[in-house]
C-alpha cells in the first residue's frame, strides 16, 4: 500500500472514529428518543419543537396522529404515536425505548382527579420502561398550598413523581404569554386591555418557547437536572406596562381597564374564581436575576408580542 493510499485510509478510520464516539453537536441527542406529552398543545408543542431543533428523535402522544395538529408536527419530523393516559398499554407502547419523558396533562375535561390519576399512569409508566429523565411541568404556585383546586392537583402530582423511582425535574411556569392573544381583538379594535387585577400588579409570564429551551436545556443536562425542581418565568410586569407594550406594537394606545371583582365573578368558572382571588391576596416572587444568569436573553411580553406579529396584523 503506497503513502497516498495509507494516508487516505488512516483519515477513514479517524473519520469513522469520530463518529463512533458521537462526534458533533447533537450526535448524542440524535440517539435519544424523547416522548412529549401534549405535543399538539401549547407547552408541549414548544418542547417538541426545540427538542427537535437540538438533533433529538421526538414522540409525541396524541389521541388522534391524524389530526390536522398532529400531521404539521409529522411534516417537522416528529413522531406522532396514539396514546391514552388512560390506557396503559398504549403509554408502555409510546415510551419504549425512550429515554426521556416530558410530562404535561390538563385538569379541563376530566377535572383535577382526572389530571391527578392521568400524571400517576404516566409516570408510573415512565417508570416501566427505564425513562432516564422524567421532566414534569407543574404551575408557579404548586408548592404554595394554595388551596386552589388546578394548583392542589399539581402539588399533589409532584408529591407523587418525587417517590416514583423515576429520575425526575420539575419545572413551574407561571401564565403563558401566549394567553394574550385573547385580548388582540379588543387591544386592536376598541384601544383596551382588561383583565380582573389592578393595573399596577405585577406578575410573572413566560412565552412557551422559552419553557421549551428550559426544558432542552434540563434534558441535554442530565447531571445537573435529575432531582432539580425550578420555579421559571420570564418577565414580571404590570398590566399597566403590558398595555403600553400593546400599544408600540399595534400602533396605537391602549388603555388598561381593570374589570370589576363583581362583574367578573358573575361570568367566570369557580376554578377561575378560585385561582384569580388567590392571586390578588398572594403575590409570587421568582428569583428573576438568578433565571437570566441561567438562561440569558428569556423573552419579554414585548418579545413576545414582536414574534408573534402583533405589529403586522
Known amino acids: 500500500m503506497g503513502y497516498f493510499t495509507l494516508s487516505k485510509f488512516v483519515f477513514l ?67 406522532m404515536v396514539q396514546g391514552n393516559f388512560d390506557d396503559s398499554g398504549s403509554l408502555d407502547a409510546a415510551l419504549e425505548g425512550a429515554y426521556g419523558a416530558f410530562s404535561v396533562q390538563q385538569y379541563r375535561g376530566v377535572g383535577v382527579e382526572g389530571e391527578i390519576r392521568q400524571s400517576r399512569a404516566f ?14 411541568t ?4 404548586a408548592r404554595l398550598g394554595t388551596g386552589v383546586p388546578q394548583f392542589e392537583s399539581k402539588r399533589q402530582i409532584e408529591d407523587y ?42 406578575r410573572h409570564h413566560i412565552a412557551p418557547e422559552d419553557i421549551g429551551r428550559i426544558v432542552a436545556d434540563a434534558f441535554d443536562n442530565k447531571e445537573v437536572w435529575i432531582g432539580r425542581e425550578l420555579d421559571i418565568a420570564g418577565q414580571q410586569i ?13 400602533g396605537k394606545p391602549v388603555v388598561y381597564e381593570q374589570i370589576p371583582w363583581e362583574e367578573y365573578i358573575s361570568t ?40 408573534a406579529g402583533w405589529s403586522e396584523r
Not at 427538542?51 to 408536527?73: A, F, H, I
Not at 418525587?162 to 392573544?181: A, D
Not at 404590570?238 to 399595534?250: E, F, G, H, T
Request: overall charge neutral.
Open 13 to 79: 478510520l479517524f473519520i469513522v472514529g469520530l463518529s463512533s464516539i458521537g462526534y458533533g453537536q447533537n450526535s448524542t441527542q440524535a440517539t435519544r428518543i424523547i416522548l412529549v406529552t401534549g405535543a399538539t398543545g401549547t407547552q408541549g408543542g414548544a418542547v417538541a419543537r426545540e427538542l427537535l431543533s437540538r438533533g433529538y428523535k421526538v414522540r409525541g402522544l396524541t389521541r388522534n396522529p391524524n389530526s390536522e395538529s398532529s400531521l404539521k408536527l409529522t411534516a417537522l419530523g416528529i413522531q
Open 123 to 136: 409516570a408510573d409508566a415512565a417508570k416501566r420502561a427505564g425513562v432516564e429523565h422524567f421532566i414534569y
Open 138 to 141: 407543574s404551575v408557579l404556585y
Open 161 to 202: 413523581v418525587r417517590v416514583s423511582g423515576v429520575p425526575y425535574s420539575i419545572v413551574r411556569p407561571p401564565s403563558f404569554m401566549s394567553n394574550l392573544e385573547a385580548a388582540w381583538e379588543a387591544a386592536a379594535n376598541e384601544g383596551i386591555y382588561s383583565a380582573v387585577f389592578p393595573a399596577s400588579m405585577a
Open 238 to 250: 404590570s398590566y399597566d406596562d403590558i398595555a403600553i407594550a400593546m400599544s408600540r406594537q399595534i
Open 268 to 307: 367566570a368558572t369557580s376554578t377561575a374564581i378560585a385561582r384569580d382571588a388567590w392571586y390578588l391576596a398572594n403575590p409570587v416572587q421568582v428569583d428573576m436575576n438568578a433565571l437570566e444568569q441561567e438562561f440569558p436573553g428569556l423573552r419579554t411580553i414585548e418579545d413576545y408580542l414582536i414574534s
